[in-house]
C-alpha cells in the first residue's frame, strides 16, 4: 500500500507570491491535515479536511486556506507569502473521521527569500 | 491552549545505555502518540495509547501513559545509534477530530 505522497517536495518562492502544495492520502483514507513544522514553534495544526469539508482549523491568519477533492487528495494554498512563512509543511492522512492513527508524508519544504 | 511540553529537549547517550522522555501536560487528552523522525522526513508514528496506565512494549522501546491522561513517558532500554533522531509526542481530544497538538521534541543522538 503505497504510502502519503505531497509535491513537490523542494519549493522557493518570494514574499509576496503564492503557493499550492499537495498531498496525496493513503488509498481509502478518508481525512487530511495539515501541519506547519518550524524550528522555533514545532509543530502546528494549520487545518484537517474530512469528506472535503474542513473539520478543524488552527491559530493561523487567512492567508492559509486549504481543500479536498472528492478522491480525499487536498491542497493547502498560502498566500501574500512572508519571510515567517518558510517552514517544513506536512500532510497526515487517517483513515476515519474521528480519532484514528495518523500517517504523515515526507512533508514539503518551503523556502521563501 | 493545550500545550506539551517534553523533557529533555536534547539527549546524547553512548550506545547501550538507557533512557526516558518526558511529555507532560496540564489538559487531559483522550490518546496520546509518540512519533520519531529523521531530517527531511515525516514523523513515524511509534505507538498510540489511549488508557490512563496503560503501558506500551515495541521492542526495547516501552511507552506510559499517566493514570489522569496527562502525561506520558518513553523508556528506551540499550540504545543503538538507530535510535538516533527527534522524538514528538502528540495529544488528541475528544471531539476535536484528527487534531494533535504535539510536544516540544526531544532530539536523541545515540553515539557509538
Known amino acids: 500500500k503505497a504510502g502519503v505522497t505531497q509535491t513537490p517536495r523542494y519549493l522557493i518562492k518570494t514574499r509576496g507570491q503564492q503557493v499550492t502544495l499537495s498531498c496525496s492520502p493513503i488509498?481509502?483514507?478518508?481525512?487530511v491535515s495539515w501541519y506547519q513544522q518550524t524550528p522555533g514553534q514545532g509543530l502546528q495544526f494549520l487545518f484537517e479536511?474530512?469528506?472535503?469539508?474542513?473539520?478543524n482549523k488552527g491559530n493561523f491568519p487567512g492567508r492559509f486556506s486549504g481543500r479536498q477533492f472528492s478522491n480525499s487528495r487536498s491542497e493547502m494554498n498560502v498566500s501574500t507569502l512572508e519571510l515567517g512563512d518558510s517552514a517544513l509543511y506536512l500532510c497526515?492522512?487517517?483513515?476515519?473521521?474521528?480519532?484514528?492513527?495518523?500517517?504523515f508524508g515526507p512533508g514539503t519544504r518551503l523556502t521563501v527569500l | 491552549t493545550q500545550l506539551l511540553e517534553q523533557s529533555p529537549q536534547f539527549l546524547s547517550i553512548q550506545e547501550g545505555e538507557n533512557l526516558t522522555v518526558y511529555c507532560n501536560s496540564s489538559?487531559?487528552?483522550?490518546?496520546l502518540q509518540w512519533y520519531r523522525q529523521e531530517p527531511g522526513e515525516g514523523p513515524v508514528l511509534l505507538v498510540t495509547?489511549?488508557?490512563?496506565?496503560e503501558v506500551k512494549k515495541l521492542k526495547r522501546l516501552t511507552f506510559q501513559f499517566g493514570d489522569a491522561r496527562k502525561d506520558s513517558s518513553l523508556h528506551i532500554t540499550a540504545a543503538q545509534p538507530g535510535d538516533t533522531g527527534l522524538y514528538l509526542c502528540?495529544?488528541?481530544?475528544?471531539?476535536?477530530?484528527?487534531?494533535?497538538?504535539f510536544g516540544t521534541g526531544t532530539q536523541l543522538k545515540v553515539e557509538l
Open positions: 497526515a492522512s487517517t483513515l476515519g473521521g474521528g480519532y484514528n492513527e495518523q500517517f
Open positions: 488509498s481509502g483514507h478518508r481525512s
Open positions: 479536511y474530512f469528506s472535503e469539508t474542513q473539520r
Open positions: 489538559s487531559v487528552f483522550s490518546s
Open positions: 495509547v489511549v488508557t490512563g496506565g
Open positions: 502528540a495529544g488528541g481530544l475528544t471531539g476535536g477530530g484528527n487534531k494533535l497538538t
